[in-house]
């Protein structure tokens, strides 16, 4: 199953816009990227996804490497509502099965 | 609003004592998951129904069996909880490969 690396924490002052890298460097031409957040005490949701080229929706943006290798994903302006775990995930085409890797813990400061 | 349910929230029960988690949905979403996540881990994936198919992952213990009675419903069953089934137990649906929606999860004790 594809993998992907994710740092294990960061850091985002509030307002201020944050970047939540992935790599995924085994990824196979047909591989979704998805990110979905787990907030406290919370299942999983979804935030954005994208299969080549650059995503946005009320969330947040998803920015693509040309080569697929990782991918960002982007929160403009960091509010406290934005704590979670952030998951990103490989989801072969046509597969129901996400593997989650460890994900990043946000913790945004006020 | 269209959700996932799962009931109880807090689930306790004693050592080897079998447990029943359940998961409704109304969002008509015709696959169902089941997933453990453990402490500070990520969800790791127990099993999945397709419509009336039963998928088991490779890992998936033994004493973790689940139902599809109908499309809303699922339900897992745990037979003889050990300590180290203590997890939040997370339902999820999706509509074939599409995005999951998840329910807010059961959060097992066992004593």
């Known amino acids: 199953d594809a993998k992907t690396t994710q740092p294990n924490s960061m850091e985002s002052n509030e307002e201020e816009p944050v970047h939540l890298p992935c790599n995924h460097s085994?990824?196979?031409?047909?591989?979704?990227i998805h990110w979905y957040r787990q907030l406290p005490s919370q299942g999983p949701e979804y935030v954005i996804h994208?299969?080549?080229s650059n995503v946005n929706n009320r969330m947040a943006s998803l920015a693509i490497a040309e080569d697929r290798k990782s991918s960002t994903l982007i929160l403009h302006r960091a509010t406290l509502r934005d704590a979670a775990v952030y998951y990103c995930i490989l989801i072969l085409s046509g597969t129901y099965k996400y593997i989650f890797g460890t994900g990043t813990r946000l913790k945004v400061l006020a | 609003d269209a959700m996932v349910i799962q009931n109880p929230r807090y689930q306790v029960t004693q050592f080897g004592k079998p447990v029943t988690l359940s998961c409704s949905q109304t969002?008509?979403?015709?696959?169902m998951y089941w997933y453990q996540q453990k402490s500070s881990q990520a969800p790791k994936l127990l099993f999945h129904?397709?419509?009336?198919?039963?998928?088991n992952e490779a890992d998936t213990p033994d004493n973790f069996q689940s139902r599809r009675p109908n499309t809303s419903f699922c339900f897992l069953d745990i037979r003889s909880p050990g300590l180290g089934d203590a997890a939040m137990y997370l339902c999820?649906?999706?509509?074939?490969?599409?995005?999951?929606?998840f329910g807010p999860g059961t959060r097992l004790t066992v004593l």
């Open positions: 129904y397709y419509d009336k198919d039963f998928n």
């Open positions: 969002l008509n979403h015709n696959v």
């Open positions: 085994t990824i196979s031409g047909t591989d979704y």
């Open positions: 999820a649906t999706s509509l074939r490969t599409g995005m999951k929606f």
């Open positions: 994208g299969l080549t």
